[in-house]
């Protein structure tokens, strides 16, 4: 087993909804987590699928909540499609969306919930510069972007970071790993190592 707890990151676009609400979860399960979007904007759902309300990284949680009950019409959109709950769960575990791009801090994990983001954070890792050659397990697990499907990939993403926390030898057993996971979960999961 590791001498330390796994340092994860989890990553999707906007840093609201799936990598949210698996740092939820993880964080309860003491994992020593932290989760990023790698997109230029923070999107939400607007008033309609091509008005998404956008904002930017630097933008709070309160702030994004604040500005959509603001907008709220008389349809109660966005109690409705969950985003102010969402919302109100993201400002209770931190302050503000981060960009991974802009996270130097090391992971042994990094998880993303879909191959776009994958690619760009191995974009990312590839692009930097390496110093200390600490491996780092790039992993793709593909969440549709939903709150019931959110809620279901974070558990499997946190089964999947108890499962290699008690791995021997983590370099070696990853692959098998994966593979049981990919029967289990009837999902693909991508995984590459990159270098710090």
Known sequence: MPSHPLRVAVVCSSNQNRSMEAHNILSKRGFDVRSFGTGTHVKLPGPAPD???????????????NDLVRK????L???????????DRNKRIK?????FQNCKDQFDLVITCEERVYDQVLEDLNSREQETFQPVHVINVDIQDNHEEATLGAFLICELCQCIQHTDDME?????????FEEKSSRPFLHTVCFY
Do not use: C, S, W
């Open 72 to 75: 709220e019409d008389k349809a």
């Open 172 to 180: 070696n057993e990853m692959d098998e790993l994966l593979q049981e």
């Open 95 to 99: 302050a503000r969306p981060e960009r």
């Open 77 to 87: 959109v966005y109690t409705q499609n969950g985003i102010l709950h969402m919302l």
């Open 51 to 65: 008005k998404p309300n956008v904002y930017d990284f630097k933008t709070t949680y309160e702030q994004m909540y």
